[in-house]
Every structure is written in structure tokens, then in C-alpha cells.
């Protein structure tokens, strides 16, 4: 019922929020200029940020985009899943999701209410995180109402990873243009050659845009020991790994253990950082390989200060 009546809002050019295995996303008919326009109002997203389409299988894909065997290989190897890959658009892509740019990026993703809707819909939806610009991405409807309260939203519980995707481009040399939920390592095995971007010339506009901003100051520490010696002498709640609580024991600081894994924290750091509105967080980074490369990079476009 509920997504019957989102696919109805999608095809009369609405915006409708729904979840996916990443995060929540806030969509419009990816074909629809007037439609997808009013994503960028309603999150206050500066209009050279351009939009993920979502698509729910290979027709679709190809109704929008033009598909080089580099994509392909990516495709058969992570769909549906958390990997946006950049293709050439077709025309009926109008520019204002592409933010002008001539590729567009797409994928599909892993969650049966996202599927369905875009079946459903009959078209692609374009999809960025349902939060107002600049706060933590939504893991939960409830996220995405205290953001965007007059918006439809289709309660899917807590997502999956409760990280973005990992979006790429394989035109030319392989790169990863924003580390997401499918680590690098994994994408090594099938593109070994595919590597991080840390040129100056930004490919991927959103990466320029301060993010993730919690409501209270955030800082980021690379080591226990650094946190310790300064929890010492100011307050904050130190948010680390559950592991590591006991290292920050004696403080007088509150300590909020942020899951067991890198994985764990990758799915709570993003709900974590919404519930804060007094005080400072402390938290102690995490080691930058697999998933923990992807949290320190939210992390540290998060904080205040890192030290
Ligand atoms: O997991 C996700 O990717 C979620 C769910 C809803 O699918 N979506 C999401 O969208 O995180 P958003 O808009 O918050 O982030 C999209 C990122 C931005 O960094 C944007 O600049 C980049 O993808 N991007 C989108 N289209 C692009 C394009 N044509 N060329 C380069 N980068 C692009
Ligand atoms: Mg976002």
C-alpha cells in the first residue's frame, strides 16, 4: 500500500523518501526535470551537486546510460548493491540531475522497498541522501521526518549498512570518486588497478561540501592515547569501539561504544551523530582499511578539529 501510494506521488512528480541498504534516499522521476528540481529545493543542495538515479534492473540502465565493458564488469560483480558507477547519459536524462555534467551516475540498489518502487514508478529515481544538506545522512524514517517533515516516507527499519555507496568511474583510469559501503579492497579484486582520487580538480562536486555535521562540535582523534590525555582536562562524551570503552574508564567522561566491529560502526556512527545537541563528542577514529576508511572519511569531513 504504502509504496503503491509513493509510486503514485513518483509519477505525478513528487518527492517521495524511501529506504535503501545505505541510507535513506529522497527521490523524483529521474526523467523529470521540474520533478528532480525539487530535490534540490527541498534539501537546500547547491545546484552543481548532481544526483544518483536509481534503477531497478539492466533495461532500465539502458534506457539512460551508455554502457562501456569496464561498467559491465562492475555491474555483474555488485549489483544490486551499494556501487554507483558513472556512465555517458543519454539524452533523456535531463542535465539539471547531472548537474550539466555529460555522465551520469547510477545504481541499483539492494533493497526490496527500493526495487519495488522504482518497478512500480515504471521510471528511474533519482535519489540523493534524504537529509537537509550539510547533517548526517537518515538510517531511519525517523531521521528523515525530523528533517523533512512534510515529506512521504516509506518505513523501511534501519538500513543495512547505514553508509552511502561507494561511487566510481571507469572511463579512462579507475577511480573511486567517494568511498562508501563497498570497501576499496573488495573492488581491488575485480579492477585491481582502481584507486582512491586525491587530485585537486574535484570530479565528484559533492565531495567539496562541508557534510555529516553533527549539531554539537565533533573531534576526531588517531589515537587513544591522544583522547585520553585530552579528556583529561575538558569534558566531552568520547565515542569509540566497544573494545576500546575500557581504555577511557576513570575519566569522569560518558562513554558510548559505537559497536564491535568496523562494520557495526559503519551501520551506528550516522544515527549516532543525529542524537547529540549538547556537549562535545570526542571520538576515537578508526584504522583506515576496509569499512574504517569510509567511516574516517565522514568522520573527518564531520569534525570540528582532529587531533
Ligand atoms: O547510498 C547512496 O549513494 C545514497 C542512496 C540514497 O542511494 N545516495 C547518496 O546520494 O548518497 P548523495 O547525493 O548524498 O551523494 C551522491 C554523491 C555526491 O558526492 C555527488 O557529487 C556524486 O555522488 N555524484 C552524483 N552524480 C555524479 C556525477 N554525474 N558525476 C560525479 N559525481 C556524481
Ligand atoms: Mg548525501
Redesign the pocket.
Known sequence: MEIEKAAMLIRKGELVAFP?E????LGANALDAKASRKIFKAKGRPAD????V?VADKKMLEKIAHISPAAKKLIDAFWPG?L?I?FRKKSIIPSVV??G?P???V?M?ENRIALALIKKSGVPIA????NRSGRP?PTTAEHVKEDFPDIFVIDGGRTKHGL??T?V?VDGTPRV??L??ITLERLKRVVPEISIVKSKKI?????KYKHYAPKVPLILFNSAEKLKRYAKKNSGMILCKEKEVKKFKNLGNRVIGLGKTDKDVARNIFNELRKHDKGTLLVLGLEKKGIGRAVMDRLERAATRII
Not at 49 to 52: A, D, H, Q, S, T
Request: charged letters at 10%; aromatic letters at 2%.
Open positions: 535503501t545505505t541510507v535513506y534516499g551537486n548532481p544526483l544518483i536509481h551499494p554507483t558513472l547531472t548537474a555534467l555522465n551520469v551516475a545504481r540498489p535519489a540523493p541522501s534524504a545522512s552511502e555507496s561511487v568511474a570518486l567517494r562508501g559501503a570530479e565528484s562536486p559533492g565531495q
